[in-house]
């Protein structure tokens, strides 16, 4: 029987030394230490190969589903084959061919145009609806589920309703620029107006996405936090600028990087409503890319360029992960 | 106290496992498979899979789907598929090359010979030695089976015409005061004077989806003695027939005969220019006053216009039914095609087709010569349409990459707008075909 006093007893306990002394005891914990470890060790072990089998099958799905066709999209880009056939392996020349492409850089161009303004326009839109709706007014409820309309309606409807509002020149849009004494706007088939036009479409399409976004950051700023500013002197720009901006922007910097996917995987906004063109005027690069293998049945350089589509969208959404990140630890 | 054993709780999981891989397994095991028998061209137990594209309103689907389940010859029968046109091309390859595909199908006008330069095609000259001693061959209007003869054999066998006739709203002619145009003079002339009633005397389009654009560039070419391809199949874009046809063109924009937003023009946009008056003549399919809403009789077919040099061509691109090698048996393949082939008159007995038959009694169908605008198109435009061949004969797999490409879309929109000249745009086209055609 061990003759420690108490104190001592503690100071083991914290030490977490056993009862009989350093000598015997330290064995004896040794021992069951080695055992634990042991125990646990198999325990570990065990438990990680259940983990792996019980994810194999999963592993499994995702490799079949992802690294698959990433792989073949991999062989296709290197070869010089179509949609039956593989072809010659042919290197990187499909890539080299495809940045050496007038047509690559015009819709990579186009393709940055109407990000730019497809993320910045609905992002500001989203903004100011969703701090116009925080204010209370009549049927505000109606209005958000209004506002919604245009993400919810399928695009293919959106894109038949807009092309009916500015395909020709008797279209409504045109007709009112001719009765206001400002000419017959060709929408759809002046180059830089159909630019325009499309990327005012994918503004239209995506502003309610941001609004939602936007209101959701915006309920959960403490409001507490504005009646300090306000009695501290701040004036609506400031609260504006130095409290809801930063507040809300973790969950601006995550808006605009879906927002950017969206935008630069885009096919049907544009294509339904210009097929990209007039003479290419709206060729994305996702639309060249479709047009490269369904068209002209050049795998190679459609895939090439779908590749680099996916290497730029990578680094984007990296810089702006980072920014996610500064947010949260500022 | 219901305690499992360690051991039994330990066979359990592992049990439970192996099941689980075994079922993640099968998935796998049936991808590695590929095409067995029972998945193959023609399905088990000699089913020939006949794949058909939606060419007219679905009772038209309806009707084939009758016709091909009907059959029943050399120890077969057949099932009937829609296929969509959106990525059609896709779905054939990716089903072809899993050995999933059809035994026979219908599908884009040259997809026959390009699925021959991949060895997937079963030459169809016993077929056509059927026809022959069923007396259907003779039976079918002149020279519409030659596009589909190679060296090695009939590459597929031509089902149905899908014209571009001109046509033209008589009203708007007589409001103008004006003949309609028998020749590129005439065409010019009425043009101008349609146009100062505000209407458009050459109706086209080649906004998203629409290829009548296309198609016009290509005819107006063609009506010229000019075209893509010379007699033997070379590209032959910068010939002066062709830069007189697109200079001509030119000369429409310029004039504002053709309508500046036709560049933008979906087919439902160029519906509604002819519905709303505002188009008085122009290249379109068959059937553009049932298509459009104007049965009035105010929409009919004019007659072919000849070219400065008195040269008079139509477009046409003869539609095929093809066999391909992945069947359970090139017999039973033949056997449904000479009996699809026989049984096809009913589709237009029943009125159920937008476009012109290939065999002549069919032409002269009670409920096809109902129709005067059929009657002319017959008449007048099948003996002297060529295909996008041009002056060759032969259809050819590199006539898929001009029909469906993009120089061809993008030389149509560049002369559309009127930013360009013949010689740069036609440069720029055939520059643009040569990179696609050598693949």
Redesign the interface.
Known sequence: MSSTTAPSGLARARKGLAPGGPGGGSRNRKDLNRKDLNRKSKLSAQTSRTFFWLLLPSVILLVLIHGYPLFHAGIQATHDGNLIETGNFVGVENFANVLSSPAFWKAAQFTLWFTIVGVFGSWLVGLGLALLLRTKIPAGGTFKVLLLLPWVVPIVVSSTAWNWLVATPDSLIPSIFRNLGLGTPLFLADPTLAAVTVMIFKVWVSFPFMMMMISAALASVDTTVYEAASMDGASRWQQFTQITLPLIARSTYISWILMTIFCVNDFPTIYLLTGGGPVDATTSLVVLAYRTVFQDFATGPGVAIAFLMTMTLVVVSVILYRQIRKSSVE | MNVQPAANRSFS?RGF?GL??A??SVP?LA?CGGGSATQGGGGAGGTIKFWDMPWAAPAYNDAAKKLAEGFSGANSKASYQIIQWN?F??TF??A??SKSGPAVSTGGGFQAF??EQ?G?IAYADKVIEELKKNGQFDDFLPGVLDPFKTDKGYVAVPWQLDMRPLWYRKSLFEKAGVEVPTDWATLLEAGKKLKSIGAFGFATG????NNIGNHTMILMMINNGGGVFTKDGQLDVMNDRNVEAIEFMLELVSNGII????????T??LN??WK?G?AAFGPYVLGVPERVGDTSGDIVVASPIAGPHGDKTALVFPNNIMMYTNTPSQEASEAFLVHYMGQIKELWRQKLMNALPVFKSITELPEFTSDPNNVKIVKEYVPIAKTFASQGTALSADL??LD????L??FT??I??G?TDAKSALQAFESGLKS?LK?
């Open positions: 999981r496992l689980t891989a079922a993640a796998l991808a990525n091309y896709q390859s990716s072809i090359a390009q699925f991949q997937q080649s906004g998203a989806g309508d500046p937003a036709a560049v933008s023009y979906t439902d946009n509604a220019q709303d505002k898929a990459a469906g490409g993009q120089a879309n993008q929109q560049t559309l707008t930013r696609v693949k």
